[in-house]
């Protein structure tokens, strides 16, 4: 990193740029408006990769759309696996058997395990662990093995084992086509239920060890977490039918500020009644938002902290008592707001993840080879909705009579949170920026913000703190009065 | 299967492909003789049971004593032939055909029902084509859906003509044919009316069974379901020849 300071006035407005943001999954950059006084006037998250499947799945046959949605990601291609075999389940007009229900929940606990841990291990933990302020040559998972070797190898292993759970049931880890409309394309043997088993304990030790070293290291970052998007949104995701935590299907529920439940027991499939979507200029990422509030108003998050705090419970033991403690990180009675407890969220997903796949591998009915149920398209409209690692992931088809697809409309986890990250940006860069003079923490903390949302936002997670980073202050004319660069 | 019906008696001839001494009879093709004996050799519109066309050219090979390439499955055997099957030179002309039918229509394998069990995405890796090496058209070719059992995806047809072939030699219906020239080529049901619509195609599903590639396939299928079934054909062929 070299940091040079250069002449200039600091009297007009300007402009940051943080371009492109590391360790995220995806290609983004992140503006930020200066006033005359140095202060931060606006911020905007920019994303910049133009992708185009709404548009380039139109005219192609419907039970195609799983494997090309999935194509989205690569970290969460089980999210949109199963959103889109949800929506062609509603194109079939069938009831899925109830054995092909359990296994796809087991692939979808598999693939939370398996994101949540590459967010909290190898994305954030170089920032938690070392510091805002850290060398960024040493920021990233390497220097987390020379600090903590034991926290990384745990981390990789979190992983390993929602991989392996993964390629165990569809055959490859990344991009299954096991799941298929109607249900799964084969049932479960008992030799891979028991290797799943096996490695079950071992995944929920280092869970929990995880959650007890973070909270001890939760106070540390008093400041981020009051500084790091506390604005009042609402939180959407789906609940089960008794209100708990819920990841495969259940009903939409959204919660104010306050706590107050705003929408309950929405089927998915009515989600159009209360999701618009808008568009800026300045992102290729929609903005969707609350239509009864209209539009910026109706902003809310969604991922690991909307459904913590939209979930009356968990339902496994472990991960009940870790969301009673969640609910104590914010003082008053109401949700937690503060976007820094996203990490803190993910490591409860995880503990409710493992005692989940262990319930559901040890149902009798697992190994029950009726898995699929057999029809063709019998409806024209078919909507699918999944809770993806980051938030609520809604898939909805229009096909026409020949079963070929004429409308798509895809809303990302990431997408819904939108609203949201740009308000955050602007709230952490009001603490933290001093517009007259850049350093590498100040950024930093701008970065590691969006890092709490865990933003995908394409198919590949980015090296880490290999990334080039540069950053220029610039006057109204255009000079540079500051730079600040990483060399790749 | 010989290109036309047996003589009344054939003779035998000695060949010799790729250092091995064989004997065939002398109305079979090269490649007929080559795939009796387990020397492979690539080819896309050739198969056991029907008539040859010898459109797709991967099946070429160097002949001594003549001055260019032929094709094994149009070339008969003669005696004291001798045949190259694989060089340096037919491996680069067999990739680069192999690229070019990739770049011409889209062939996205991993979403392809076929994916897995397609004969071009195994010639691509007999080939080595591990990328294309010449820009992809991107042009957009449409998926026929109307028919109740099977589907058409012109994008990922490569023109082998095997459908048009067993729908006229073995099923006798004709209902495919080929329309249009260059990259706007593409099988057709029925003067080109959906294959929905077609009066003449009894959905015997033959054309589905023979299709390399994921153009021709059965409805309901997903990503990597589609496994074809070609055993029927020549014992079809051999029963329909011997009437």
């Avoid at chain 1, 606006?42 to 046959?61: M, S």
């Avoid at chain 1, 967010?119 to 805002?132: A, I, Q, V």
């Avoid at chain 2, 680069?96 to 995405?121: D, I, K, P, Y």
């Avoid at chain 2, 042009?139 to 099977?150: I, K, R």
Wanted: proline share 5%.
């Amino acid at each position: 990193m070299a940091l040079c300071t250069l002449p200039g006035t600091a009297t007009m407005s300007r402009t940051i740029s943080i371009d492109p943001v590391t360790r995220i999954e995806g290609h983004a950059r992140i503006s930020l408006q200066l006033a005359d006084s140095g202060e931060v006037e606006d911020a905007k998250f920019h994303l910049t990769q133009f992708r185009g499947f709404e548009k380039f799945c139109e005219g192609r046959p419907y039970r195609e759309m799983p494997a090309l949605t999935a194509r989205t990601c690569g970290i969460c291609p089980v999210s949109h696996l199963l959103a889109s075999n949800k929506a062609c389940d509603d194109l079939l007009a069938v009831s899925i058997p109830p054995t092909a229900e359990k296994l796809r929940r087991i692939m979808n606990l598999a693939q939370l395990l398996q994101s949540h841990a590459l967010s909290f291990f190898h994305l954030s933990s170089p920032d938690l662990l070392l510091g805002w302020d850290s060398d960024p040559a040493q920021r990233n998972i390497f220097g987390v093995m020379a600090q903590n070797p034991e926290l990384a190898k745990q981390g990789i292993k979190l992983r390993q084992i929602g991989q392996t759970i993964i390629e165990m049931l569809g055959g490859k880890k990344i991009h299954p086509t096991w799941v298929v409309p109607g249900g799964v394309n084969e049932p479960l043997d008992s030799a891979k239920r028991e290797a799943m088993l096996e490695m079950l304990p071992n995944a929920l030790t280092i869970a929990k060890d995880t959650y007890a070293l973070f909270k001890t290291m939760v106070p540390r970052f008093k400041d981020e977490a009051e500084h790091f998007g506390t604005m009042p949104t609402m939180f959407l995701s789906l609940v089960s039918p008794k209100g708990q935590l819920e990841h495969y299907d259940g009903f939409l529920r959204l919660k104010d500020a306050e706590g107050r439940i705003v929408e309950d027991m929405v089927t998915p499939s009515d989600y159009p009644r209360i999701i618009g979507e808008a568009v800026e200029d300045f992102s290729y990422m929609k903005f969707p938002y609350y239509k009864p509030m209209g539009y910026p108003n109706g902003i809310y998050r969604v991922g690991p902290l909307a459904r913590l705090n939209n979930a009356d419970s968990c339902g496994t033991p472990f991960a009940d008592v870790a969301l009673a403690e969640f609910h104590m990180l914010q003082e008053d009675s109401g949700p937690v707001r503060s976007s820094f407890h996203y990490h803190y969220a993910r490591l409860v997903e995880i503990i409710f993840a493992i005692e989940m796949m262990q319930r559901l591998l040890k149902d009798q009915g697992i190994l029950d080879t009726r898995v699929r149920a057999r029809a063709r398209g019998n409806r024209t409209e078919g909507i699918g909705v999944a809770e993806a690692p980051r938030g609520t992931l809604m898939h909805h088809y229009k096909i026409d009579d020949a079963g070929l697809i004429s409308w798509v409309d895809l809303i990302i986890a990431t997408g819904h949170n939108n609203l949201a990250m740009n308000q955050s940006i602007k709230q952490v860069a009001d603490a933290y920026v001093d517009g007259n003079k850049l350093s590498e923490g100040m950024l930093n903390r701008v970065e590691a913000m969006i890092r709490c949302y865990d933003p995908c936002l394409s198919c590949a997670s980015h090296a880490f703190g290999q990334m080039p980073l540069s950053i220029e202050l610039k006057d109204a004319a255009g000079n540079t009065l500051d730079r600040l660069v990483r060399d790749a | 299967m010989p290109i036309n019906a047996p003589p009344p008696s054939v003779r035998v001839v000695t060949l010799r492909i790729d250092g091995l001494d064989l004997s065939a009879r002398e109305d079979e093709t090269i490649i007929e003789v080559c795939r009796e004996n387990k020397i492979p050799i690539p080819s896309l519109c050739w198969m056991d049971g029907l008539s040859v066309v010898g459109a797709c050219r991967l099946c070429m090979v160097e002949v001594t004593g003549q001055n260019r390439l032929l094709a094994a499955c149009a070339t008969r055997v003669a005696e004291g032939m001798e045949v190259t099957t694989d060089s340096e030179k037919l491996r680069r002309y067999r990739r680069t055909l192999v690229e070019l039918l990739f770049a011409e229509r889209n062939h996205v394998c991993s979403v392809c029902v076929s994916n897995g069990h397609c004969e071009l995405q195994w010639l691509a890796e007999a080939c080595g084509v591990d990328h294309v090496r010449m820009p992809y058209r991107n042009a957009g070719y449409g998926v026929d859906s109307s028919h109740e059992m099977f589907r058409v995806d012109h994008n990922r047809c490569v023109l082998c003509t095997r459908c048009v072939r067993v729908c006229d030699e073995i099923e006798g219906a004709h209902t495919w044919d080929l329309m249009g020239r260059g990259s706007d080529c593409q099988v057709i049901t029925d003067l080109a009316r959906p294959w929905g619509e077609s009066d003449t195609c009894t959905s015997c599903g033959k054309c589905v069974q023979v299709c390399p590639t994921g153009a021709l396939v059965k409805q309901g299928t997903s990503v990597g379901e589609m496994v074809k079934d070609q055993h029927f054909l020549p014992i079809l062929a051999r029963r329909r020849s011997a009437r």
